[in-house]
């Protein structure tokens, strides 16, 4: 039997698992992720799941390299040893009952069933969250 290859040290499983909708309209992996060039523009997730932009952040992923958009988690570990890539890489292993997670879990697999969804109906939201962003946030949409 094969040995299953090692994921790279900084892979995010959210490109495969997670789905943001946005207000703007955008769909992203994660509410960290940051708006780009290349993010996905729409609200349709089927288009989302095969779009160019994805492809490129899974791509970018297994090759080991930090997606433009994912700098807010990049910058947090390197601070902190935190952020919500690791968060979700250990609620996701809980989610699937697997102690380790190889490559081939997400290059063999055609599955699209997610296990995180965020889904922003609206930007009604009178809070003042730090981490929050006008397209999310009403309170802060004024302010801007």
């Given at each position: ?22 207000n703007?309209p ?12 290349d ?9 989302y799941?095969?779009s160019?932009?994805?492809k ?13 958009g994912?700098w ?32 081939d879990?997400f ?15 609206s ?6 969250c730090?981490m929050?962003?006008p397209s ?7 302010e801007k």
């Amino acid at each position: 039997m094969p040995l299953k290859s090692s994921l790279p040290d900084n892979f995010c499983v959210l490109p495969w698992t997670g789905i943001h909708t946005r207000n703007d309209p955008n769909i992203t992996p994660c509410c960290d992720y940051s708006d780009t060039p290349d993010i996905y523009k729409g609200h349709n997730i089927k288009e989302y799941q095969n779009s160019d932009s994805l492809k490129t952040i899974k791509d970018q992923f297994l090759k080991g390299e930090w997606p433009t958009g994912c700098w807010k988690c990049k910058e947090r570990e390197e601070r902190s040893g935190h952020s919500l890539r690791i968060q979700d890489m250990g609620n996701y292993k809980g989610h699937s009952g697997k102690k380790e997670l190889y490559l081939d879990d997400f290059t063999t697999s055609k599955n699209n069933k997610y296990f995180k969804l965020n889904l922003a109906f609206s930007n009604i939201c009178n809070l003042g969250c730090v981490m929050c962003v006008p397209s999310n946030s009403s309170f802060f949409w004024e302010e801007k």
